[in-house]
């Protein structure tokens, strides 16, 4: 019954983004003559009203494409209204009607986190405030009607050591030398992680609702056991929504395995926000206190601290720019390994007329040790700096899922040789989120 509700739901709120989107158009009320031939299964006579409605526009081919999709949803043919409508995003990733169907459909189809992303394209990055506040008003919808979810992953891991396989074999620390030794630089060889995490809501009023989130996540090396991780988290808080402000509080905790052996537990609090700054703006939030305890290494017992602030705006539905600032500060009961590290983060997301997605990412950061590093009169001091990207294209879809290329340049440049580095990470992964 659920499910057939949120149908009809989107079959609705589909005729009436239709409508909106033509409302400035002098053809309007042949426009809602469609929607009204759409509802009551009048598909031939729609296609006829739409083509006359259309004429010789230049977008017409997009109308024509976007009704199909559409028919194929009214008719309960969702995957392949899926299509049919991210056909429409590759010719014009800016015709926000389809984006918004393929949002409900996602939704429908139970992928919720693709859906939100997508809706929020539409709320922030439309200028139309009819599209607006119809992609406000599903987003909501959303949260009541899809109370839990899951999601999972399988990643290959590439070889590597504790310091990046850096090529250093002897590293300077103030006025001495080390020398490495081979187990310090052996190599976990390749590993795959995988893992999955899930939500449950309850709603205890308009406002409030009480939100459990559990994941696991697990690493496992082909030649050894030594890097081999393990980890389960969880935490339980209460968001709190007033307009399109929301707020979430609550208990958060995780532990670890390493070499499946008990590593460290951590506990404590999390707060998060989401607040518009302007229709086309959102300010997200995160501050996170957690008590640390380490099984066998009671030195590196303390307390983590962090903290960021993102701010998004949408340039349009199909181009998004973002920055962070984050701040960690970490304290154990060794002063060598307590520091601060402070990043900052641009992120450029760009989707493209033929089907590409692109995201470009380049970053800064620095850590700074408030001890003497372990052999020297020197503070460790490190720089970092990033920069990559991601590349997805919708025509490479396989059933709903496409193959994405991330690159990313790491250069890390220390007053303790030991961690200087140059990394290139290369990955392939599926996503589901277009």
């Known amino acids: 019954m659920r499910l057939c509700k949120v149908a009809f739901l989107c079959v609705v709120l589909g005729l009436m983004a239709s409508a909106a989107a033509a409302r400035e158009d002098p053809r309007a009320a042949a426009m809602a003559e469609l929607s009204q031939l759409l509802a009551t299964g009048q598909y031939d006579r729609a296609r006829a009203i739409l083509r006359k409605a259309t004429g010789n526009r230049p977008d017409a081919a997009l109308h024509f494409a976007h009704l199909e999709g559409l028919i194929l949803a ?20 800016n015709f926000t009607p389809s984006r918004l169907e393929l949002s409900k459909l996602l939704f429908l189809t139970g992928r919720r986190d693709a859906a939100l992303e997508q809706i929020e394209a539409v709320q922030l990055g439309t200028e139309d405030p009819g599209l607006r506040r119809l992609a406000q008003g599903f987003r909501n919808r959303m949260v009541l009607e899809r109370p839990y979810g899951f ?40 590993g795959v992680a995988f893992g999955g995490s899930s939500f449950r809501s309850w709603r205890l009023t308009d406002v409030n609702s009480l939100v459990w989130t559990g994941s696991a996540d697990i690493r496992k ?35 670890r395995w390493l070499a499946w052996k008990p590593y460290a537990g951590r506990a404590g609090v999390t707060l998060d926000t989401t607040r518009p700054l302007g229709e086309r703006t959102r300010l997200f939030t995160n501050v996170l206190l957690m008590r640390q305890d380490y099984v066998d290494l009671n030195y590196r017992d303390g307390w983590l601290a962090t903290g960021s602030a ?4 949408m340039l349009s539905p199909s181009l998004a720019l973002a920055a962070t600032g984050s701040r960690l500060a970490e304290r154990t009961r060794r002063e060598h390994l307590d520091h601060n590290d402070y990043r900052l983060q641009v992120q450029l997301d760009k989707e493209w007329s033929g089907g590409l997605l692109t995201t470009l990412v380049a970053g800064a950061g620095r850590s700074r040790y408030l001890g003497e590093f372990p052999g020297t009169t020197a503070e460790r001091r490190d ?49 589901r989120s277009f």
């Open 151 to 190: 999601s999972g992953y399988v990643a290959v891991l590439p070889s590597t050591n504790i310091n990046k396989a850096t090529d250093n074999v002897v590293f300077n620390a103030g006025d001495n030398e080390f020398h490495i030794d081979d187990d310090s630089r052996r190599k976990s060889g390749v």
């Open 74 to 93: 009214r008719e309960g043919r969702y995957e392949e209204a899926l299509q049919m409508f991210r056909s429409v995003l590759v010719m014009e990733p």
């Open 383 to 431: 720089e970092t700096w990033s920069v990559g990207g991601r590349l997805a294209h919708r025509g490479w879809s396989f059933n709903g899922f496409a193959p994405q290329l991330r690159y990313e340049y790491t250069k890390q440049k220390s007053n303790i040789s030991f961690y200087d580095y140059d990394s290139h990470d290369v990955g392939i992964s599926l996503i």
């Open 310 to 313: 993102t701010v998004r705006h």
């Open 221 to 255: 090396y082909g030649s050894t056991t030594d890097f081999d991780e393990a980890a389960l988290s969880t935490s339980l808080t209460v968001d709190h929504r007033i307009g399109a402000f929301d707020v979430s509080f609550g208990p958060t905790a995780d532990f």
